[in-house]
């Protein structure tokens, strides 16, 4: 069978953490088995990576970041083949561009357009492994680009697809996805399937979970992910299309999210239009604005408060000084020391009495909610950002979430 | 004017001097001209990439090795251009594969097949300083390879002679080319102009100086070579083709060796054929014999003695085994602890009195000869390891090249 492992930036964080997976894949194979191996930069190799640039320049341009950044996993990815051959098994390095995934020209954050896999079928029709750089493709100017933090998960998810394998598997330092951050909550429990929807409401664990965009190109493909321990051998969690063996309108989890901001602009001009003249900007600068909230217009004039990622604080704020200049907007202010919380799980919203259960329990812990966002499945409360990790317990415990 | 220049590992080999090179650059881009800026690995990179290597396997494959040591010089590379547009200075760092420097397919030793510069001359025509990471190419089979030690010097002649530019720079951490190691010599003296065929011969300094193989090119294209100074804004010492203007048959330079291990094999049977026989697996294994002695042959077997690099002792130890049980030879032994010492010059072999001079002087200095070998432009004799530097300064004295 052909197998698709991801392995992750602690998972391959040792030379002695290579060596046990490439015995591992060594065992895989001899049993039969096909392997194409997606790994991550060792540790903290991408992060001291942006330190050398930072030292460089301020604003090191996105083009040369990924030229630097991608260098992280080509040096995994030789290491695990190496490591590979050491165990007598046949292996081969790719890079991102080696490995055909293709993407837009949109350095820092690019989207993989394509993936030609032929030279990956190729190797492993002569009986290699196959071991990719992850995180990284090649856009139509033969520039490197990289698919933003976690992008491996994404590499490893497209390739699943490209392959056509069953599922793809995302080895990490976690055994699964749970009812809540088992470092915040002790008695969270590891649920065994959960659809993808709720998997990218449940993002807080993202980063050391899976990367969001790789759930929802595993979503539209309808591809299998399974999030497991690197380190023991036991079923993870499957991230799968919805089903009917679980219950609906059940809280299945609570995420919760500590590196964000609060902006709020006063006594912005309350007329069609503004909001995407407030908007634009940030969205092309690719910045991800989370919750909306426009509070009831007074004389014309409205506040908005929008939430967004603490990394875009600087640029997202020097953006808005030309917005409210040209818009005439009273203030603009920054709170960075907000969180949010938010329960998660398919028609949920659309049952009574679960929001108002949510709301009381805070106030009953004497949290107090800042604002409320709600999708479909989720219910999202911005909090003090001091109050996260009793909220999230509070609300684990009052929807009996726990292990019993 | 369009200038194509070479940075070695020392020059860039901290963020600060990396500014500096930038800040230099700066200016020759203002004052009109083009930059095509070729650079190594910063510093000890490639040498704690191998270590890593060696960590995962006692023998990474030759193609994982350059997959993973080719990520210092795109680091660097990416890094010299951020510096670069950090100063205001538009650039683009290119890998090899993104040069246009193909490669044969020989891993870690591959030589340069062709250049094809449309990217850099796209590049350069955007009005980008264009920074190349040095040492590496792609082969046929798109994967990367990379050109040996010291193999960015290589790929800047390359790409010298691909830009048609009238001499290629490369700046290193000496002024230029001595009479004799400045290290061991006190008052050795920088060398304005050496013919190729000298330089090639004084390659004892290559490792700081030059690579050989970049003599080699810049010769077969009569390609002028300026070694100069990272540091100090001085001329350096032109590589180019003999001329008149400088006296033939004197002594320019006095060169060593210290790396190398001397291999001899006893009782070897002297018949046609296997002289091929002993170093043709040596050759296909990529190992640069030096110079062989071969003793005059007593009832029909004879001795063999031959020089090679320290770092290839082994495996030529490893493949000597085999032939030293094909043919019957009675023992291989090898001696570690020899150095060389030459004269260079055009014309000294075949000038009366030279060679004996200078085995007068060693003899003098109680020096013992263990062998001797000569080429048209220099005389080298093989010594025990500890009186290299003492032979050095001996015949540097003895033939008067110090400064005055």
Chains 1, 2 share one sequence.
Not at 231 to 236: K, R, V
Request: glycine content about 10%.
């Amino acid at each position: 069978m052909l197998l698709v492992h991801k392995y992750g930036g602690s998972s391959v964080g040792t030379i002695e953490r290579i060596k046990n997976i490439a015995k591992k894949l060594a065992r895989l194979k001899e049993e039969g088995n096909d392997l194409v191996v997606v790994v991550s930069a060792m540790g903290d190799t991408t992060d001291e990576l942006i330190d050398l640039a930072k030292k460089i320049s301020n604003r090191p341009s996105p083009r040369e970041l990924d030229a630097l950044m991608s260098t992280g996993e080509q040096i995994s990815g030789a290491l695990m083949a190496m490591a590979l051959e050491d165990v007598g098994v046949p292996a081969v390095s790719l890079t991102g561009w080696q490995a055909g995934i293709y993407t837009d020209e949109n350095a820092g954050r690019a989207r993989i357009r394509s993936v030609d896999p032929s030279r990956i079928k190729e190797e492993l029709k002569k009986g290699k492994v196959v071991v990719v750089a992850g995180f990284q493709g090649i856009c139509d100017q033969n520039d490197i680009t990289t698919l933003g933090r976690g992008g491996s998960d994404t590499t490893a998810v497209a390739l699943g697809i490209a392959l056509g394998v069953e599922k793809t598997e995302i080895f990490t330092d976690v055994k699964g996805v749970y009812t809540a951050d088992p470092r915040i909550v002790k008695n969270a429990k590891k649920l065994d399937v959960i659809s993808y929807e709720e998997m990218l409401e449940l993002a807080s664990q993202g980063a050391r979970v899976m990367h969001n965009r790789a759930v929802e190109l595993g979503w539209i493909y309808n591809m299998k992910i399974e999030v497991k321990s690197s380190f023991e051998d036991e079923p993870g969690t499957i991230i799968q299309e919805v089903s009917e063996m679980e219950p609906v309108s059940r809280v299945r989890g609570i995420a919760h999210k500590k590196d964000i901001a609060k902006i709020t602009l006063k006594h912005v001009l309350d007329k069609p239009g503004i909001a995407h003249r407030i908007f634009k900007p940030l969205g092309d600068a690719g910045i991800n604005v989370d919750d909306i909230i426009q509070n009831a217009s007074e004389s014309g004039y409205t506040d908005i408060s929008f939430t967004i990622p603490i990394d875009d604080v600087d640029k997202a704020l020097e953006l808005l000084e030309n917005v409210k200049r040209e818009l005439d907007i009273r203030e603009v202010s920054c709170n960075k020391k907000v969180g949010k919380v938010s329960i998660v799980g398919v028609g949920i919203q659309s049952t009574p009495g679960i929001a108002a259960k949510m709301f009381g329990l805070l106030g009953e812990a004497g949290i107090n909610i800042d604002m409320i966002s709600t999708s479909e499945i989720k219910i999202g409360c911005i909090i003090n950002e001091d109050d996260v990790e009793k909220a999230v317990n509070v609300l684990h415990d009052g929807f009996g979430l726990g292990e019993e």
